[in-house]
């Protein structure tokens, strides 16, 4: 079972996120979060294969708690609407596994996510682009 923590400062997507990562038969949603600070708290308790975040959120963004779970045992994926520059390589410093856009398929993001445990880096072309 592939265990996430979801971390989005939308409370509706953070819901809907998880309700359809749920769906998935093997994955689990063990903890949600609305900031970055609340994210780190909830690896430390939950210790997550994953941690999906958006890169914008209130009190600390998804990049800040990315560089801070740098070189553990938690696979970051970044989520975003917009690519921004210079967010792709911050994102690639703090080695996250993923960048991807928000509005992917459930599909999409649910084999994003197995290939990523298997080893893989998966980073969507729209987003490393900008310049």
């Known amino acids: 079972m592939i265990r996430i923590v979801l971390a989005e400062d939308q409370n509706l997507l953070r ?5 359809l990562l749920d769906l ?3 994955m689990t949603v063990v903890g ?7 994210a780190l708290e909830l690896v430390a ?3 997550p294969d994953v941690c999906l975040m958006d890169i914008e959120m209130p009190v600390m963004t998804g990049l ?4 801070r779970l740098k070189g553990g045992s938690c696979k970051v994926i970044m989520l975003t609407t917009f690519a921004r520059p210079g967010y ?9 596994s993923g960048y991807l856009l928000k509005d992917s ?3 999409t993001l649910a084999q994003s996510i197995r290939h990523i445990i ?6 969507s072309p729209e987003l490393i682009d900008v310049a």
């Open 15 to 19: 819901g809907a996120l998880g309700a």
């Open 24 to 26: 998935e038969e093997d």
């Open 32 to 38: 949600q979060a609305e900031n970055g600070a609340e």
């Open 45 to 47: 308790a939950e210790s």
């Open 64 to 67: 800040e708690a990315a560089e």
């Open 88 to 96: 792709f390589e911050r994102a690639k410093q703090a080695q996250v």
């Open 105 to 107: 398929s459930s599909e």
């Open 118 to 123: 298997g080893g893989r880096r998966i980073y």
